[in-house]
């Protein structure tokens, strides 16, 4: 009886795991997000942004083969171009900007400088850009303690804004740090959040219980930590988490989601992208595209790459393992300049 059991429950996962997915890749779908009740909604800012995008495409030899419509996805409710285009914004070198990694960042830190190209060139201009060094491996709660120690020496000087950035599970990293954090929050003037784990991740569960065989280790490169990293990537825990909290409304937020097919994903990621493909066929590889907006955020757009690809130069450090099928390179860098000028812009006006 125990082994017919047995054999009745490897068919059914081997049937489980040949499933096909429940939603295909498709485009004509407005933008999505998945709020709890309360949160304020996501407002549009893609018009906009696209121009300023595809203004910095445009004027970047090195990214004479990439479209714009390639890189930045249109969904089906953005509204068409303006027929009169406003002009790129002038570069803002008042703004100081806090990077924030994503989960296991820190193990990995030699490899995964996010943006590196564009970010030696904006501190050029005189932006100043600091790396914010968390824990790869703790929980949202933890890091939001080192990213307030990041706030505090930060000397930002009269008329000059401060920027906090976060990629992946660095974005409820800063959102745990401002809702604990009050006094700190009041000198934060805008977040930005590029492919962010804002309602966690399912993968979060499902290889929770994975990760926990091996989250007491030590590694040479990042500690154990307080081993909460997956927890923090709950879907349950942090929708939880944005039920029972309500973000500083002098913070002014910004997103940046990410999705791209199986062929134009790492091959590293070839798993992870087939097991959200069965839930929601637009996701990066890591998240769902419609987890990834903060409340209350203007969406800047879709970038049309995998969760690595969007921020990280992978793809040239893993060339086999990073990069994908489809032999495509993201322009992150361009992105990363582009939400910069972008937030530049709106900072400068006074909020509708």
């Given at each position: ?16 795991a ?12 407005p933008?999505?997000?998945?709020s ?15 121009e ?9 030899p ?15 409710d ?20 806090l ?8 193990c990995?830190?030699?490899?995964a400088?996010?943006?590196p ?18 824990d ?9 303690a080192q990213?307030a120690?990041?706030?505090?020496e930060?000397?930002v ?8 950035m ?37 993968l ?19 500690g ?8 923090s990537l709950?879907?349950?825990?942090r929708?939880?988490?944005l039920?029972r ?7 002014r937020?910004?997103?940046?989601s990410s999705?791209?097919?199986p ?5 590293l ?30 969406l ?34 361009l992105?990363?300049e ?10 400068a006006?006074?909020?509708e």
């Amino acid at each position: 009886m125990r082994w017919g059991a047995i054999a009745g429950a490897v068919l059914v996962l081997s049937i489980s795991a040949c499933t096909p997915p429940l939603t295909k890749y498709r485009t004509d779908v407005p933008a999505l997000q998945l709020s709890v009740l309360g949160q304020p909604p996501a407002t549009d800012g893609r018009v906009r942004f696209r121009e300023i995008y595809c203004g910095v495409l445009a004027a970047d030899p090195s990214a004479s083969a990439a479209s714009c419509d390639e890189v930045l996805v249109r969904l089906s409710d953005e509204a068409p171009p303006r027929s009169a285009p406003a002009p790129l914004p002038a570069f803002d070198p008042s703004m100081h900007i806090l990077f924030v990694g994503g989960a296991f960042g820190e193990c990995f830190r030699d490899i995964a400088t996010p943006f590196p190209a564009d970010i030696a060139k904006l501190s050029d201009l005189g932006y100043r850009i600091r790396l914010v060094t968390v824990d790869g491996r703790s929980s949202s709660a933890h890091n939001a303690a080192q990213i307030a120690d990041a706030v505090r020496e930060e000397q930002v000087g009269p008329g000059e804004k401060l920027v906090l950035m976060g990629y992946s599970k660095g974005t409820p990293d800063i959102l745990e740090f401002l809702v604990r954090n009050p006094e700190l929050a009041a000198r934060v003037d805008a977040v930005v959040s590029f492919a962010g784990a804002v309602n966690g991740s399912p993968l979060g569960e499902a290889y929770a219980g994975l990760y926990a065989m091996v989250a007491a280790i030590d590694l040479k490169s990042c500690g154990a930590g307080d081993h909460g990293v997956l927890d923090s990537l709950r879907v349950k825990v942090r929708t939880q988490w944005l039920s029972r909290h309500r973000l500083p409304a002098n913070v002014r937020y910004f997103s940046v989601s990410s999705f791209t097919v199986p062929d134009e994903t790492a091959r590293l990621m070839f798993i992870t992208k087939g097991d959200l493909n069965r839930a929601e066929a637009l996701n990066d590889g890591q998240t769902i595209f419609y987890d990834q907006l903060i409340p209350g955020s203007v969406l800047l757009g879709y970038a049309h790459g995998d969760h690595w690809a969007v921020v990280l130069p992978l793809q040239e450090k893993w060339p086999y393992w990073g990069g994908n099928a489809a032999k495509t390179h993201y322009p992150r860098d361009l992105l990363f300049e582009a939400v910069v000028l972008y937030v530049g812009e709106a900072l400068a006006k006074p909020r509708e």
